[in-house]
């Protein structure tokens, strides 16, 4: 059974499930990198570009981390577009020749593009290629790939019911545990639920949930009593709703996510703080974060921390900004 | 409506006679200095790309020196430029200036959205009006054009340093007062003269050809690329620029029917490199260092603003191009904190691999 290697990075925390799933249908074994680790990151550094941002360096990591694992393919997707009109930010475009040429004694890439800003016709054309790959038999693709789509959805919805994407990866599939764990990472149960803080954490998925790059700031704020909304808990409705009023709509996907997020919580939800985690580097981050930092000042008086990760942040500085933010914030609450 | 733009290059000459011509107020920001610069930087979002800064210093002394009407351009992504101006409308609505922000861009890739918006720009004016005046306005971008690559070609023979220069911004003026056929005919002639008639000594060897790739802004405006195509021009090297206004107006305003031929061949040589566009001129920086390869260039110098992002890719890919095609590379990453003193010391560097390269070929050529 050929054996395929996914890195444990970027997009995985977004469609891992259905890439898994996909390969394992058409009857490949997928071995995933290992959990981030200093070694993996300075693997990584070392081959970027100094002014890289800090996911994509972390990329680099996890491929060196799967070169001796005995895979026989490499999945580095090329992923354009995930829905019409939007686009993934360059560097994303270019991610696979950027892979190519900055490392060494790879095993074959699997060269899959994924732009669905086209027509759909075009994706199952270069998924078809994909899957012919490693069979003949259409059907047997189309399976795969229904499969897919099929266990990605049930993924966003564990997601939208209050699941962090590490809970649905890397737990235990038992559905007590899932509905303990969907308590703990709601953050309920240690505070009467009055007296909780609501504090919503937005970034990139690949940011916030890597426990070594965010320095687990979920985690941080769990202890802290804090009750936590991540970007995967507002449904896409919602996140359209949120940016229904601007003049221009955004064309980055991830842009979009985290401004609808912002901007449906300022409007509709009862929150009390705003985590806004941007990696240093960050092309379209520098941008929307810019405007959801403003757009809070100007309309409501709900603070924003505004945290920048890169690989020389200290967990201790980042530990005493998330408590000093969350102590402004409780203050701020009960003299209201 | 006192209508102003920023500045990019000779982008200011095209658009002030447009808006002119129809008879609008034009207020041109300043030339960028460094005062530009501080308060552009200032007022953004630290990470943002450079060229988004000195946007807003020139707004900024714009808006202060009376304008109220920006036009920008914009985009659709997927590089950050499509967002430019909405963030820029924020940032300036915030130091509470009062002005509207004007994008300029084809929605759904047609030119009539934009069409309607010049229409309102230039004071209703009829359709027929309205072209000529676009039509000389881009007679002039092309004579600019001209003028510039003839003054990158002669630089390296002046006798006297920065005779070049001093000619070539007189023809400048020419094309920028002249606002018929007739008189841009006239005066690029007359500019074409003016160039020819620098003092030129002869060379004992041909001077070094390099070829500039990269991001547009950065390759455009000499203020942002610290007077690079000058710089290298005043040391002896012939200096080819891969990217013109006219050319970026044509690949973004233009339908798609008029734009070059050009761009195919440049994705088809990219190929085994990098097989898909990312947004900026990130594959033209990848494809054009080939294509200056087989042109037989002796190097190529690769200008990006700071954490631009197609260009980072470009950039990561841009060591293994040169390595196969032996085509010595150098990259320069420039922003706000960038200095001259250092550029020019990396670039005399860069000089001296490429002279030593060519000369020792030559060597063995004679052998
Ligand atoms: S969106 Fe930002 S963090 Fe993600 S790859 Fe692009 S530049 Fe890097
Ligand atoms: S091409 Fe580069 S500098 Fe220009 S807007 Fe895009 S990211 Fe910024």
Redesign the pocket.
Known sequence: MPAIGIPRALLYYDYYPAWKKFFEELGLEVVLSDKTTKTILDSGVKVALDETCLPVKLFYGHVDNLKNKGIDYLFVPRLVSVEKKRYLCPKFLGLPNMVESLMEELPPLLDFKMDLSRKKREFYKDLYALGRKFTINPFKICLAYRKAVKELKRYEEKMLAGFTPLDCLERGEGENREKKEAAISLGEGKLPVEENLRIAVLGHSYNLNDPYISMDIYGKLKKMGVKIITREMISPSAQMEGIKNLRKDIFWTFGKEIMGSALYLLDKEKIDGVVLVVSFGC?PDSLIGELVERIYKRHRNIPLLFLTLDEHSGEAGILTRLEAFVDMVKFKKESA | MKITFPHMGSLAVPLKTIFEELGQEVVVPPSITKKTVTLGVRHSPEFA????KVNIGNFIEALENGADTIIMAGGVGP???GY?AEVQREILTDLGYNFELIVLEPPQGSLWGLLANIKRLGNHRSWSEIWEVINIAWKQVLALDVLHEMSLKIRPYEKKKGATTVLYERAQKLIVKARTHEDITWSLDKGKELLNSVDKKTLDRPPLKIGIVG?I?MVLEPYANLDIEKTLGEMGVEVDRSIYLGHWIKEHLFPKAFRSREGEEIKKVAQGYLNHFV???GLESVGRTILYSRDNFDGVVHI??FT????IVAQSILPEVSKDYKIPLISFSLDEHSGKAGFVTRLEAFLDLLSQKKYNQELKGAV
């Not at chain 2, 790309?49 to 988004?52: G, I, R, S």
């Open positions: 092309g | 790309c450079f060229p988004l590089c950050r430029f430019y991001e802004y947004g900026g001129h990006l603003p631009c992002t197609p260009e």
